[in-house]
C-alpha cells in the first residue's frame, strides 16, 4: 500500500525503516525472553550450514520460537519516515526532494 501511494523513494526508506524497527522488536523479544544466547547460536549455525556443505543441522523452529510481527514494523516504519519528511530530518532531502 505504501508503494502504492507514494514514490520510490519514500517506499524504499519505509521499508530500511521498517527493517530496522523488526531489529529492534527482535533484540527486545530475545531479552526479555532471555534468549539471546540460543538465538545467537542458530544463526550461527545457519551461517556455517550456508557456507560449509554438510555442516550442523538446521534448527528447526519450535512451538516457543516467537513470532514478530512485521506489519507493525512497517506501519511504524513508514510513519518514522513521514515524521521525518514533514519534520525536515536527514532522510528529508532525499525522500522529499526538500
Known sequence: AVGALTNAEFTLAALAAACRV??????????RRRVVRRTLGR????LVLAVVPGGPGEAE???E??????????????????LDG?????????????
Open 65 to 82: 520460537s516467537p513470532r514478530l510481527p512485521f506489519g507493525l514494523a512497517a506501519c511504524l516504519g513508514t510513519v518514522l519516515v513521514l
Open 86 to 98: 514533514l519534520l525536515g530530518g536527514p532522510l528529508a532531502t532525499t525522500v522529499w526532494g526538500a
Open 61 to 63: 523452529p519450535t512451538d
Open 43 to 46: 544463526i550461527w549455525r545457519a
Open 22 to 31: 523488526v531489529g529492534v522488536m527482535a533484540v527486545g523479544v530475545m531479552v
